[in-house]
Every structure is written in structure tokens, then in C-alpha cells.
């Protein structure tokens, strides 16, 4: 969808060829691990020139040839591909380069890559991390599992397999993953800085302060919350927890609220709902967290004709 390539092939998965590519990648686009000082006590910030800001550095030289070299790829296939069928491709490159022709000053190819990277490092590892934390809490809570469940077989039964269209009608799927997120938030809230001069909670905040919000001691506030430590996708019923300003914060809030929440969401919700109508899941033995997935019965004819 964004850039039209697959990292491997599917016969390589679970090979070393496809962990070598996701480790490459992960290189390339995962976060630092590292701290500075510098970043707490400004006056040791030579210390970042030389330790955090050089790997970012390196980091950044790698992901920008990486980034140039699929524009310049989907480039050449277009105007090759246009000149012969008249058509070009359907990914998030191809649309940023067709309004460059038209745009040039706005969408350079410097814009293009800020985008591609902006996506690729914002979307899917939280996607990815959500999604096992949703797994993992309905393990551990079967009678959530069967309310989503009775709802799956009640609103597209045992016929044919869960898609797109159904999720309109699945709402506790949203409910469990928002609650998922909710007690454990996958993603840090970028720091704030103050425009102005103002006061939160008693305190006064001069302009120009940087501020980070805790997103996590919101979500487990006894004041917004009731019982705030259980596991209750009820509370999303309705949508009235969401709808409170900065209660439900793991999207973010304001006008940098992640722009992905929508189709994070759905992905989540369609592959989290084919699981549960398509297998019994059940907790290995022993202290592991594994699971093993076990098609169901009443879906095997639907799964024997993929
Ligand atoms: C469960 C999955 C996801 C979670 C929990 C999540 C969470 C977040 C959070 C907390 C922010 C910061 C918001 C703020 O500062 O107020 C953010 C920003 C962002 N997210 Fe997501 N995100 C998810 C999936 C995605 C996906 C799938 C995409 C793209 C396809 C995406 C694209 C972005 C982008 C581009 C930003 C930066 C927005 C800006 O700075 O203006 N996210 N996300």
C-alpha cells in the first residue's frame, strides 16, 4: 500500500533471509535505543554530538538512500508504464509523484520521503505490538473472548469468513482493542511545547516549555476511570469513554492526533475477528505465554476451500 514491495518473499518466511530483511529494516527505521544525557542536562549536550546524534546521523544517511531509491524506482516504472498502458501504479509513492508533476515546489521528493518515513516508522510496529497485546488479554480473559465471539457468529455466522463490511457490526471488537490500548499505550505521546503562558493543574507553564503527557497515569486515573486496573471493553460502550476530551489518549489528541488511528483500527479488528471465528485458542502449558491456535470445526469446510 505504500510502497508496493514486499520486504521477502512468503516461501521465506520464517527463514533467516526474511529475519535478516526485517533486522535490516528494523535498522533502519526503529527507534534509537539510545539516551543522552545531553537530552536531560543541557549543558553535557556535546556528549549527544558525539553518541545518539552520530547514530541518527548514520541512521538517517541509510534510511534517506533507501527512500530515494524506491522513488526513483516507482519513477522509472511509471513513466515506462504510462507510455505503454497509459497507467500507473496504486501506492502511496505513485500518488505523491503523480501531484509532484503538478506541484513540483510543494511535493519535492525530500516531502515524499518525510511521508513514506513518517508512515513506515509510525504504523505498523505499533499496529503489530497492539495487536499481540490484544491476543495475549483475551487469553487471559475467555469470558471476553466468548462475548466477541457470540457476536462474530451472531452477525456473520459459520458460512463464510469475516470481512471489511462486517466490522460496522462488531463494535465489542473495537471495545476490547481500545481497552487493550488503554491499559498498556504502545506508543510514547510526543513532547507538547506551550505557544503561550498558561496554567495546568495550578501549575504555571511559561511560553516556550516543552511538556510530556502520561498518558499512561491518565488511562489509570480512579477519577476518569472506574476500576481502572480491570480488563473492561464494556467501558467503551457507545463510544462515550472516547468521546471525553483527553481521557482515551493512545492516539494522541489535537492536530497532531495519529492520522493512521481509523486504519489501525480496522486492521487490527478484521484480523483479530478472522481468529476468533476461525480457531479455538488455547494456552500452551506451562509458564510461556504461547498460543496454540487450532482451527474450528464449525469453520473447517469455509478454511479447507481457501
Ligand atoms: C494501534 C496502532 C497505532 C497507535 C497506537 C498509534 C499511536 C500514535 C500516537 C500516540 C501518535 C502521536 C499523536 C499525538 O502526538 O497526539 C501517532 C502519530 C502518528 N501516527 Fe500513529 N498509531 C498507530 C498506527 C498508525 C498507523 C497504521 C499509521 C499509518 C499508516 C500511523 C501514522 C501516524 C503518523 C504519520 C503520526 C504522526 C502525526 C503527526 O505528527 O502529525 N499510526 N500515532
Same mark, same amino acid.
Given at each position: 500500500?505504500?510502497?508496493?514491495?514486499?520486504?521477502f518473499?512468503?516461501?521465506?518466511?520464517?527463514?533467516? &533471509?526474511?529475519?535478516?530483511? /526485517?533486522?535490516? !529494516?528494523?535498522?533502519?527505521?526503529? *527507534?534509537?535505543?539510545? %539516551?543522552?544525557?545531553? =537530552?536531560?542536562?543541557?549543558f553535557?549536550?556535546?556528549?549527544?554530538?558525539?553518541?545518539?546524534?552520530?547514530?541518527?546521523?548514520?541512521k538517517?544517511?541509510?534510511?534517506?538512500?533507501?527512500?530515494?531509491?524506491?522513488?526513483?524506482?516507482?519513477?522509472?516504472?511509471?513513466?515506462?508504464?504510462?507510455?505503454t498502458?497509459?497507467?500507473i501504479?496504486?501506492?502511496?509513492?505513485?500518488?505523491?509523484?503523480?501531484?509532484?508533476?503538478?506541484?513540483?515546489?510543494?511535493?519535492?521528493?525530500?516531502?515524499?520521503?518525510?511521508?513514506?518515513?513518517?508512515?513506515?516508522?509510525?504504523?505498523?510496529?505499533?499496529? &503489530?505490538?497492539?495487536?499481540? /497485546?490484544?491476543? !495475549?488479554?483475551l487469553t487471559?480473559? *475467555?469470558?471476553?473472548? %466468548?462475548t466477541?465471539? =457470540?457476536?462474530?457468529?451472531?452477525?456473520?455466522?459459520?458460512?463464510?469468513?469475516?470481512?471489511?463490511?462486517?466490522?460496522?457490526?462488531?463494535?465489542?471488537?473495537?471495545?476490547?482493542?481500545?481497552?487493550?490500548?488503554?491499559?498498556?499505550?504502545?506508543?510514547?505521546?510526543?513532547?507538547?511545547?506551550?505557544?503561550?503562558?498558561?496554567?495546568?493543574?495550578?501549575?504555571h507553564?511559561?511560553?516556550?516549555?516543552?511538556?510530556?503527557?502520561?498518558?499512561?497515569?491518565?488511562?489509570?486515573?480512579?477519577?476518569?476511570?472506574?476500576?481502572?486496573?480491570?480488563?473492561?471493553?464494556?467501558?467503551?460502550?457507545?463510544?462515550?469513554?472516547?468521546?471525553?476530551?483527553?481521557?482515551?489518549?493512545?492516539?494522541?489528541?489535537?492536530?497532531?492526533?495519529?492520522?493512521?488511528?481509523?486504519?489501525a483500527?480496522?486492521?487490527?479488528?478484521?484480523?483479530?475477528?478472522?481468529?476468533?471465528?476461525?480457531?479455538?485458542?488455547?494456552?500452551?502449558?506451562?509458564?510461556?505465554?504461547?498460543?496454540?491456535?487450532?482451527?474450528?470445526?464449525?469453520?473447517?469446510?469455509?478454511?479447507?476451500?481457501?
Amino acid at each position: 500500500m505504500d510502497i508496493g514491495k514486499r520486504s521477502f518473499q512468503e516461501e521465506e518466511m520464517a527463514t533467516n &533471509v526474511a529475519k535478516n530483511k /526485517l533486522d535490516e !529494516l528494523n535498522q533502519m527505521f526503529g *527507534p534509537v535505543a539510545s %539516551k543522552s544525557l545531553g =537530552d536531560y542536562f543541557p549543558f553535557l549536550r556535546w556528549l549527544t554530538f558525539y553518541g545518539a546524534e552520530k547514530k541518527l546521523r548514520e541512521k538517517h544517511i541509510k534510511r534517506e538512500a533507501f527512500l530515494q531509491s524506491l522513488i526513483d524506482e516507482h519513477r522509472k516504472t511509471n513513466s515506462s508504464t504510462s507510455v505503454t498502458s497509459g497507467e500507473i501504479g496504486h501506492t502511496l509513492i505513485d500518488a505523491m509523484l503523480k501531484l509532484q508533476e503538478s506541484e513540483p515546489n510543494f511535493y519535492t521528493d525530500n516531502v515524499i520521503k518525510g511521508m513514506i518515513l513518517a508512515i513506515l516508522r509510525a504504523g505498523p510496529h505499533a499496529t &503489530v505490538t497492539t495487536t499481540e /497485546l490484544v491476543v !495475549l488479554r483475551l487469553t487471559l480473559h *475467555p469470558e471476553v473472548f %466468548k462475548t466477541a465471539r =457470540d457476536e462474530i457468529d451472531s452477525h456473520v455466522g459459520h458460512s463464510r469468513l469475516i470481512d471489511d463490511a462486517d466490522l460496522a457490526k462488531l463494535p465489542y471488537l473495537y471495545y476490547i482493542i481500545n481497552e487493550t490500548l488503554r491499559l498498556r499505550s504502545v506508543s510514547v505521546l510526543p513532547p507538547r511545547e506551550s505557544s503561550t503562558e498558561c496554567t495546568i493543574g495550578g501549575y504555571h507553564i511559561p511560553a516556550g516549555t516543552q511538556l510530556l503527557v502520561n498518558s499512561g497515569a491518565v488511562h489509570m486515573d480512579p477519577q476518569l476511570w472506574k476500576d481502572p486496573d480491570m480488563f473492561k471493553p464494556e467501558r467503551f460502550q457507545q463510544n462515550e469513554e472516547e468521546k471525553v476530551a483527553c481521557k482515551f489518549l493512545s492516539f494522541g489528541s489535537g492536530r497532531r492526533q495519529c492520522p493512521g488511528a481509523g486504519l489501525a483500527m480496522r486492521l487490527i479488528a478484521l484480523l483479530l475477528g478472522t481468529l476468533i471465528q476461525c480457531f479455538e485458542w488455547e494456552k500452551a502449558d506451562g509458564g510461556s505465554v504461547k498460543i496454540i491456535f487450532r482451527p474450528r470445526e464449525a469453520l473447517t469446510k469455509v478454511l479447507a476451500e481457501l
